[in-house]
């Protein structure tokens, strides 16, 4: 096995970390993965190693704003640039691994930067698969308006965001490892906010151009992103080979729940057969 991470610049102009987990010898499958909002890459190593246990790579960049990257630390100007960045870092991977079919995986805003990406990519993907993907966020109306003013005259504003851990998983060192982590983001900007909600607003345009294999997972007790999330993508995307997949009990992050190595295997006998 071959982990470990390195500085990369993107030809969007982003620089970032790339962090890798690869097979001694030629990997099976590749696959690209995004991160969720306000965490990073880094929290992926277990996810990366069983899939090369597997004999599948795993290739993870900290997005823009997030984590390692060289970018002002919780803002975006334009939901687009993690398309943009995203596009740029599968063609980082391609010409790293010379490898002409590869798979994208995406949690939670990752899931909604991966639908937004592989809607554009069309067919060049072999297949894409979601965690949870926040393709519909519930915000109360008032709460909406504000931000949207706030957007426009104080974007770069910071607002204290305690995410709800008991949320996030049933462990409680994954929760307080959450918590105590630096690289994990607790103020972003208000700019970030109302793009992040522009995403979820721009995306259903995009569904219906989906044709590749899709395996849509979610947990059912997820507090954050509703399970309908992932119930209304997967009747939306116009793929004829597409799973859906909820996790009775399980809360947002399902690659962190007691039983990851389960759903793990799951995702990578998927990967297996559509290799």
């Given at each position: ?51 090369v246990e597997k004999g599948i790579a795993l ?31 599968v063609e980082h991977v391609k010409s790293k ?167 793990t295997s799951e995702i990578a006998d998927w ?5």
């Open positions: 096995m071959k982990t470990g991470s390195e500085n990369i610049f993107l030809k969007t102009g982003l620089e970032t970390i790339m962090r890798f987990w690869e097979p001694e010898s030629s990997p099976k499958a590749v696959v690209v993965g995004i991160h969720g909002f306000a965490e990073h890459s880094g929290r992926y190593s277990h996810f990366g190693e069983f899939l290739y993870m960049y900290d997005l823009r704003g997030h984590g390692l990257s060289k970018s002002e630390r919780g803002y975006i100007n334009s939901f687009e640039d993690f398309i943009r960045d995203t596009i740029a870092f691994t010379d490898v002409k079919s590869f798979f994208i995986f995406g949690h939670s805003m990752g899931g909604l930067i991966a639908t937004h990406t592989v809607s554009r990519l069309g067919d060049e993907s072999r297949g894409f698969i979601t965690s949870g993907a926040a393709v519909e966020v519930r915000t109360p109306l008032k709460q909406k308006i504000l931000l949207q003013l706030l957007g426009v005259f104080s974007p770069r504003k910071r607002i204290p965001l305690p995410v709800a851990t008991d949320c996030l998983t049933r462990d409680e060192d994954i929760i307080k490892r959450y918590v105590d982590d630096p690289l994990v983001l607790k103020d972003p900007t208000v700019k970030l906010l109302v793009e992040f909600g522009k995403g979820v607003a721009s995306v259903w345009s995009r569904v219906p151009l989906i044709k590749v294999p899709a395996l849509i997972m979610h947990g059912e007790e997820d507090c954050l992103v509703p399970p309908s999330a992932s119930r209304k993508l997967y009747e939306s995307i116009s793929s004829k080979d597409k799973t859906l997949k909820v996790y009775k009990g399980l809360r947002h992050e399902i690659l962190n729940e007691p039983e990851w190595r389960q759903i990967i297996a057969k559509h290799a």
